[in-house]
C-alpha cells in the first residue's frame, strides 16, 4: 500500500514537469512559445533576447544562465524555476508567479515585475536597477545583497522580506508597510521613503 502511494505520488511529480515536446521545439528554434507548456523545460545558456513567453507555464524550467533581454513574461507561472545567472534586462513580467524562483545573481535591470507573486523568491545579489514593484507580493522573499537602486515599490508589505545588505540607493517607497529595522536600513541607503510608508515593529 506504501509502495502504491510512494508510486503516485511520484508519477503526478513527473506529469506536473512534463513539457510539451513541440512546444519545446517551438520555444528552441523560433526564441519565442506564447502560451505554451514548458513545465521542467531545459532552457539553460541560450539567447531568447526579445523573445515572447507571454501565458507560458514555465515552472520548475532549467533558465540558468540564459538571456532573455526585453522578453514577454507577462501572466507567466515562473514558480520554482532555476533562473540562477539569468538576464531578464528591461523584460516585462507582470501579474507572473515567481513564487519561490531561483534567480541568484540574475539581471532584471529595468524589468516590470508589477502585480507578480515573489514570495519565498530567492532574488539574492540580484541586479534591478529601475525595476517597478508596483503590487508586487513579497512574502519571505530573498533580496540579501541585491542592487535594487532607482527601483519603485508601490502598495508592497515588505515586513517578511529580506533586505539586508541590499543596495536602494533612490528606490521610491510608496504605500508600502516595512518594519523599524527596513526602514531603517532604507533610509541609510539613501532611499525616498514618502509619507504614506508605515513602519512598524522588526526592530
Do not use: P
Request: glycine share 10%; with cysteine; charged share 30%.
Amino acid at each position: 500500500m506504501i509502495k502504491a502511494i510512494v508510486i503516485n505520488v511520484s508519477v503526478m511529480l513527473m506529469s506536473a514537469q512534463a513539457y510539451d515536446a513541440a512546444h519545446l521545439k517551438k520555444a528552441v528554434e523560433e526564441k519565442e512559445c506564447i502560451g505554451c507548456d514548458l513545465r521542467g523545460a531545459d532552457l539553460h545558456n541560450q539567447d531568447f533576447s526579445g523573445g515572447d513567453f507571454h501565458g507560458s507555464d514555465l515552472s520548475g524550467a532549467d533558465l540558468r544562465g540564459s538571456m532573455f533581454e526585453m522578453g514577454d513574461f507577462n501572466d507567466c507561472n515562473l514558480s520554482g524555476a532555476n533562473a540562477e545567472g539569468a538576464l531578464f534586462w528591461k523584460a516585462s513580467m507582470e501579474r507572473s508567479d515567481l513564487r519561490g524562483i531561483r534567480a541568484k545573481g540574475a539581471n532584471f535591470k529595468g524589468a516590470h515585475l508589477n502585480q507578480s507573486d515573489l514570495s519565498r523568491a530567492d532574488m539574492r545579489g540580484t541586479k534591478i536597477w529601475k525595476g517597478n514593484f508596483t503590487d508586487a507580493t513579497f512574502s519571505e522573499a530573498d533580496f540579501r545583497e541585491a542592487e535594487i537602486g532607482g527601483s519603485v515599490f508601490v502598495r508592497n508589505d515588505l515586513r517578511t522580506a529580506k533586505l539586508e545588505e541590499s543596495l536602494l540607493w533612490e528606490t521610491r517607497f510608496r504605500d508600502v508597510i516595512m518594519t523599524k529595522a527596513q526602514c531603517a536600513h532604507a533610509n541609510k541607503e539613501e532611499a525616498i521613503l514618502e509619507t504614506t510608508v508605515q513602519c512598524r515593529g522588526g526592530e
